[in-house]
């Protein structure tokens, strides 16, 4: 299992956490979505994470991957 961690700084409140979560576990390979609203962090775990995959996910939920 794999696991990526990114940095979504303008994330703020739950319904943020929500939308990068549902986006990101559409994404094929992914198992888990851990969002840390505290830190700014994101962290996918997951077999064959495509990096590409996932930051267009964030976007979707209209926030970008610092």
């Known amino acids: ?4 961690t990114y940095t979504v700084p303008d ?4 319904h ?3 939308a990068v979560s549902l986006e ?5 390979g992914v ?8 830190t700014k962090l994101v962290t996918v ?3 064959g994470l495509n990096n590409a995959a996932l930051r267009a996910a964030i976007e979707q ?3 970008e991957a610092a």
């Open 1 to 4: 299992m794999r696991e990526m």
């Open 11 to 14: 994330m703020s409140c739950g």
């Open 16 to 18: 943020c956490e929500r």
């Open 24 to 28: 990101l576990q559409a994404v094929a």
């Open 31 to 38: 198992e888990s979505v851990a969002v840390d609203l505290n």
């Open 45 to 47: 775990r997951g077999d």
């Open 61 to 63: 939920a209209g926030y």
